[in-house]
């Protein structure tokens, strides 16, 4: 019993300075100030995979026409994944009347082997745009109407080669979308921290962007176009190894992309899964050991609560490492959500804690030996 005892406020010391160093580095990043911003005349090309998304492609194109960034200087290059709803008939409505969105089947170039279907759509829109910086996002996504010009201003004063900006979700009353925002919250947090200090390469490809000639000089998603996902992480480390010193998080809310919680716990998992699946793919080491060590902390706890029904004394031992957890955690937390504006879902913190161990317990070890369904295609 001593030895569990032992190992377990070992291994929740080093997580207490883990989460102390994200929580430094996070308040720490510059938040540039872009509230006077000369026009930028850099040539934006926004590209937007979309499979089956009649229901939210409308409302992120009206959006992004919506930008005070010059119509000129942008092109909203929107490619069809094998939709089998009104996307594509949506889309060619759009482009009838704005000349900037153009619309491309993947159909139209999709070859038999392909098992990356959204990286393999993202390359295809690179190699028919126009514009100097990539853009990616999502067709769920809406976008504060100074997105873009925030993003231009923030790349013309770095001479970035990649930036890494913030996503929000869109939370509503329901116990699932403020889990999984509260959740998205906590890796928001991490991935500012982590891209500001260079301590590992993390993104969300909802709100991304990367200079056309930075993609081709690390050559795409070569290398990594067996893997389904990754379109983000994956290919940050590629340009974060070529330009390691021109990679940089975008702290600025009118930079934040907002999007749709996942509506049933099975898309939930299913979205979640599909991300942890890329864990062991990653090149960069440091991410991994840190997943691991995580990952391992929270095996930790659930181990405390079975061997509890061995021994009284192992609950207590859960009860107060779970307290820990929420006290070292919640500061950090707290932090990156009142930067969302969502300070109010933080009352639910502590009551979240069970779920969001039993989650990350369960999620991560489905990543690496179970499969997933996205949008009605299984890996």
Not at 80 to 98: G, P, Y
Not at 170 to 185: E, R, W
Not at 247 to 264: C, D, M, Y
Request: proline residues 3%.
């Amino acid at each position: 019993m001593f030895i569990i005892i032992g190992i377990a406020l070992f291994l929740f010391f080093f997580y207490a300075i883990l989460i102390g160093y994200y929580y430094r580095a996070w308040k720490r990043i510059p938040a540039p100030d872009f509230s006077v911003i000369k026009q930028n005349d850099i040539k934006i090309s926004i590209i937007i995979p979309a499979r089956n998304e009649e229901q939210n492609i409308s409302n992120c194109i009206q959006s992004l026409l919506q930008q005070t960034y010059s119509k000129d200087f942008f092109e909203i290059i929107i490619v069809d994944d094998h939709s089998t709803d009104d996307t594509w008939k949506i889309l060619k409505q759009f482009s009838s009347v704005e000349k900037n969105i153009i619309p491309l089947k993947l159909s139209d170039f999709i070859s038999p082997d392909i098992k990356a279907y959204k990286k393999f759509a993202i390359e295809t829109a690179i190699n028919h745009s126009n514009g100097d910086l990539i853009i990616t996002t999502d067709a769920d996504c809406t976008f504060n109407n100074r997105w873009l010009e925030t993003i231009a201003s923030f790349h013309n004063s770095t001479k970035a080669k990649f930036i890494a900006a913030p996503v929000k979700i869109k939370a509503n009353n329901s116990f699932l979308s403020i889990f999984q925002t509260l959740d998205f919250i906590t890796l928001q947090g991490i991935t500012g921290a982590s891209v500001y200090k260079h301590f590992h390469s993390m993104c969300n490809g909802a709100n991304l962007a990367y200079e056309k000639k930075g993609f081709f000089d690390v050559n795409g998603f070569r290398g990594i176009d067996n893997i389904p996902s990754g379109d983000d992480m994956l290919l940050m480390h590629k340009i974060y190894t070529k330009y390691p010193e021109q990679v940089f998080f975008l702290k600025n809310k009118n930079a934040i992309v907002s999007t749709q919680p996942e509506t049933t716990w099975k898309k939930f998992f299913n979205q979640r899964i599909r991300w942890s699946s890329k864990a062991d793919k990653y090149d960069d080491n440091r991410i991994f050991w840190i997943l691991l060590f995580v990952y391992i902390i929270n095996v930790l706890l659930i181990v405390l609560l079975l061997l509890s029904f061995l021994n009284i004394t192992y609950l207590f031992l859960f009860l107060i490492l779970l307290v820990a957890k929420t006290i070292i955690e919640f500061p950090f937390v707290k932090s990156v959500s009142s930067f969302f504006d969502q300070q109010k879902l933080m009352i639910y913190f502590p009551f979240l804690q069970p779920f969001h161990i039993l989650y990350t317990v369960i999620v991560g070890w489905l990543g690496k030996f179970g499969s997933y369904d996205w949008k009605g295609r299984r890996n």
